[in-house]
T-cell receptor, first 113, second 114 residues
Framework: DAKTTQPTSMDCAEGRAANLPCNHS???????VYWYRQIHSQGPQYIIH???NNETNEMASLIITEDRKSSTLILPHATLRDTAVYYC??????????????FGQGTTLQVKP | EAQVTQNPRYLITVTGKKLTVTCSQN?????MSWYRQDPGLGLRQIYY???????DKGDVPEGYKVSRKEKRNFPLILESPSPNQTSLYFC?????????????FGPGTRLTVT
């Protein structure tokens, strides 16, 4: 699975959009981009995933560049409850995959009042 | 409500005293997995199971055992715990096969071995 690079930490004002970048320059054609988050030692929570098209769900939007070498997770209206560590994970999604998620260090997002 | 449950949530034990951490999911998922999380090392996979009676080692299996006799349950067994197994443990589950993108995680078990 391709390696990802994320900033260590970011701040965001409550109510504003939080834009979390991720670099995955060695991503291959069959690898998906996933985002999970972990709120203060709770179990990680799935947010969104994508292959090459932009994706949106009730939690967030995922913007993937055309060359797929980077992506951005967007929380449109951050709240204090969005303070968490956000993990960008790249993995192949095929039958027989061990299902292992490789969590890097992630980005600690601090939403401030 | 779809969920993964773990018990106990907190446990303090002594070296060598066998213990079991239970994990149960109510989503009829085929795939289940155990991770441990340590400061500076992130989450690392211990064992995983593709289905009933099918288990395999992850990245850090030493000192742990698992079993998968029923689809919903995937207990983690420490036969002789040692202080280096002090950690935060998470169980996860998902459906198997494509896409397998969303893994559900339990609330965690914080284990301290003295």
């Amino acid at each position: 699975d391709a390696k990802t690079t994320q900033p260590t930490s970011m701040d965001c004002a409550e109510g504003r959009a939080a834009n979390l970048p991720c670099n995955h320059s060695t991503i291959s054609g069959n690898e998906y981009v996933y985002w999970y988050r972990q709120i203060h030692s709770q179990g990680p929570q799935y947010i969104i995933h994508g292959l090459k098209n932009n994706e949106t769900n009730e939690m967030a939007s995922l913007i993937i560049t055309e060359d797929r070498k980077s992506s951005t997770l967007i929380l449109p209206h951050a709240t204090l409850r969005d303070t968490a560590v956000y993990y960008c994970i790249v993995r192949v999604d095929v039958d027989g995959n061990t299902g292992k998620l490789i969590f890097g260090q992630g980005t600690t997002l601090q939403v401030k009042p | 409500e779809a969920q993964v449950t773990q018990n106990p949530r907190y446990l303090i034990t002594v070296t060598g005293k066998k213990l079991t951490v239970t994990c149960s999911q109510n989503m009829n998922h085929e795939y289940m997995s155990w991770y441990r999380q340590d400061p500076g090392l992130g989450l690392r996979q211990i064992y995983y199971s593709m289905n009933v009676e099918v288990t395999d080692k992850g990245d850090v299996p030493e000192g742990y055992k698992v079993s998968r006799k029923e689809k919903r349950n995937f207990p983690l067994i420490l036969e002789s715990p040692s202080p280096n197994q002090t950690s935060l443990y998470f169980c996860a589950s998902s459906r198997f096969g494509r896409p397998s993108y969303e893994q559900y995680f339990g609330p965690g078990t914080r284990l301290t071995v003295t």
